[in-house]
T-cell receptor
Framework: GAVVSQHPSWVICKSGTSVKIECRSL??????MFWYRQFPKQSLMLMAT?????????EQGVEKDKFLINHASLTLSTLTVTSAHPEDSSFYIC?????????????FGEGSRLTVL | AQSVTQLDSQVPVFEEAPVELRCNYS??????LFWYVQYPNQGLQLLLK??????LVKGINGFEAEFNKSQTSFHLRKPSVHISDTAEYFC??????????????FGKGTLLTVNP
């Protein structure tokens, strides 16, 4: 199956700094990628939909200036958490769909655990 | 808009026992249905999916699920579980027509704990 890779898997940063998380589709082109956030023992909450070459579409309640999403190529999307604070600590997961052979399935990255001190 | 309800937040079972994880959905449009498994500190792995055709779907690791349109359900079953099946299981739906770019709406998850 298609492979989606996230980097870094773990990141610890100081409050006020910015952190970038990368999401790559390794063996397919992903025109659309999704970014999810997961709190401990909770479900995945969609943050934004990222389309290659255009601005991301954010879900209601997600601060677009805090969570910057860039999808500059068909294989790479990045999520930058700007001026991170402890409440931004979470597990961030990206997913992508494989086109043109789309089968309804989304492929997920391994996730990135962010801890803000 | 769609919503997914996973009726049990936790399901403890003994090894080699059968298990059923329940999932109901609500949608104004036709949907695709999925079950994903998540092991601690990892991403999601697809167990199985229903797109069309036979309502009984078989997936990896011996899991299967049955789509029941009249009851809007997609329950996950396994006849005999192993310790290694201990994980969080998520039911999810997406719009078949491609609305919202096929984004997934997830249930809250069911923690399956298999005890020896």
């Amino acid at each position: 199956g298609a492979v989606v890779s996230q980097h870094p898997s773990w990141v610890i940063c100081k409050s006020g700094t910015s952190v970038k998380i990368e999401c790559r589709s390794l063996d397919f082109q992903a025109t659309t990628m999704f970014w999810y956030r997961q709190f401990p023992k909770q479900s995945l909450m969609l943050m934004a939909t990222s389309n290659e070459g255009s601005k991301a579409t954010y879900e209601q309640g997600v601060e677009k200036d805090k969570f910057l999403i860039n999808h500059a190529s068909l294989t790479l999307s990045t999520l930058t958490v700007t001026s991170a604070h402890p409440e931004d600590s979470s597990f961030y997961i990206c997913s992508a769909r494989d086109l043109p052979s789309f089968t309804g399935e989304l492929f997920f990255g391994e996730g990135s655990r962010l801890t803000v001190l | 808009a769609q919503s997914v309800t996973q009726l049990d937040s936790q399901v403890p079972v003994f090894e080699e026992a059968p298990v059923e994880l329940r999932c109901n959905y609500s949608s104004s449009v036709s949907v695709y249905l999925f079950w994903y498994v998540q092991y601690p500190n990892q991403g999601l792995q697809l167990l199985l999916k229903y797109l069309s055709g036979s309502t009984l779907v078989k997936g990896i690791n011996g899991f299967e699920a049955e789509f029941n349109k009249s009851q809007t359900s997609f329950h996950l079953r396994k006849p005999s579980v192993h310790i290694s099946d201990t994980a969080e299981y998520f039911c999810a739906v997406s719009d078949r027509s491609g609305g919202s770019n096929y984004k997934l709406t997830f249930g809250k998850g069911t923690l399956l704990t298999v005890n020896p």
